[in-house]
């Protein structure tokens, strides 16, 4: 049987006409974009051209756009910024962010340079905003709100201009974790109330090692990494160069057939979800399924059993990739940090789906054939 791929939240398969723009700067065009002569000229030029194309389809200022190597490196350029350049000393995020978000405000916790507030959480999974509104009120100091536009596990999605209008009304700068929405959904940063916002090229069928740090240009931070003058002195090493000519293609490409093939993916989630109930008694799905969420991502949680325990394990022996998400304690995999602070149900055990435009409905059958038997 062939592999069933469906995890394609955590990454996505090369487009062939990414990996076809990529190869000349990985085979004759290797000239290093900081050179003076005309060979490394031109690869400046690919990647000037690169920015331009990201900053015009996010509605951007090309000025305002840096690439990294991923969205954990952009996650964390920003906060820390935030910190020691902005003069933010107290954090409000939340205890479903992503762990490039939770790990650093955590380290900056730890090491007494902020104090850290958590949004409540409804039961749906969505934020608090009156909860919100209360922290940013009650903060005697400048805060720095970083939250998650969409969630990788759950797929809720933020509403991020309420969110930021509320950041501009207590004078807080506003960091958005955005990689599982940019590629995914169309933007216009010059109408989003937002300071920071991040990308990563592979979880839209782009390369992978390779992101995006949106900075709003009325923002001024000094590098998060020293050493050189790349990027407008904004990120010192070697541009990732073919990495950032993919990048730019695949946002490209995922922006043209937005409108088909996110409609295309959504009408995969809701037919699984549909043939889960019809099939499985006692499935239950993570946050707002149908409401605010990615048009990708589907978090079932299942009645737990000694079967289904091992439900990750068995759909790896039936070559179908998944991923986890239980908020159980098993060996090395401690569960998931979003599951438990939304859903700390002990006797259920969650597996998220996620879609491409390669997916199948025949595949979603197969996959819901096993899954009678594992549960």
Known sequence: MDRIYLDNAATTSLDPQVLEAMMPYLTTHFGNPSSIYSYGRESRLAIENARKQVAKILNAHPAEIFFTSGGTESSNAAITASVKDLGCKHIISSKIEHHATLHTVEHLYHSGQVALSYVKLLPNGHMDMEDMERLLAESDEKCLVTLMHANNEIGNILDIHAVGELCKLYNAIFHSDTVQTVGHFPFDLRNTPVHFITGAGHKFHGPKGVGLLYVNENVKIKPFIQGGSQERNMRAGTENLYGIVGFAKALQIATENYEQESSYIKSLKVYMMEQLKKHIKGVAFNGDTLGRS???????????????EMILFNLDINNICASGGSACTSGADAGSHVIQA?????NQVTVRFSFSKHNTKEEIDMVVEKLKGMI
């Open 294 to 308: 990615l048009y990708a991502v589907l978090s079932a949680s299942f009645p737990k059993t000694e079967k289904s």
């Open 342 to 346: 939304i859903n700390n149900n002990p």
